[in-house]
């Protein structure tokens, strides 16, 4: 399963497999090394432009839960992971 393509994860279609492939994530096992912040963090330095929604749906395919409940659980905690990630010095 950790070749999974990113359009059979749960909360993810064939746009987010896009987005995801122009930052170099193909597969669930790339998805997961990188976590989901991290993962939103570089499709939104490579696109430019990716909502949110992304990233409630990056964890949701991560944990199991749907995009919806992840937005409204764990919406602040997650924010909070994104700044302190944008924050640190990138290599």
Same mark, same amino acid.
């Given at each position: 399963?950790?070749?999974?393509?990113?359009?059979?994860?749960?909360?993810?279609?064939?746009?987010?497999?896009?987005?995801?492939?122009?930052?170099?994530?193909?597969?669930?096992?790339?998805?997961?090394?990188?976590?989901?912040?991290?993962?939103?963090?570089?499709? &939104?330095? %490579?696109?430019?432009?990716?909502?949110?929604? #992304? =990233?409630? @749906? +990056? $964890?949701?395919? !991560?944990?199991?839960?749907?995009? &919806?409940? %992840?937005?409204?659980?764990?919406?602040?905690? #997650? =924010?909070? @992971? +994104? $700044?302190?990630? !944008?924050?640190?010095?990138?290599?």
């Amino acid at each position: 399963m950790q070749h999974t393509k990113i359009a059979d994860l749960p909360n993810l279609g064939p746009k987010s497999q896009h987005i995801l492939a122009q930052a170099c994530i193909h597969n669930l096992q790339e998805l997961r090394q990188l976590g989901a912040v991290a993962a939103y963090a570089r499709c &939104q330095r %490579v696109t430019g432009n990716v909502s949110l929604n #992304l =990233l409630w @749906a +990056l $964890e949701g395919a !991560l944990t199991g839960l749907s995009w &919806q409940q %992840v937005a409204r659980e764990h919406r602040a905690s #997650l =924010l909070l @992971a +994104l $700044e302190q990630f !944008l924050s640190q010095p990138q290599v």
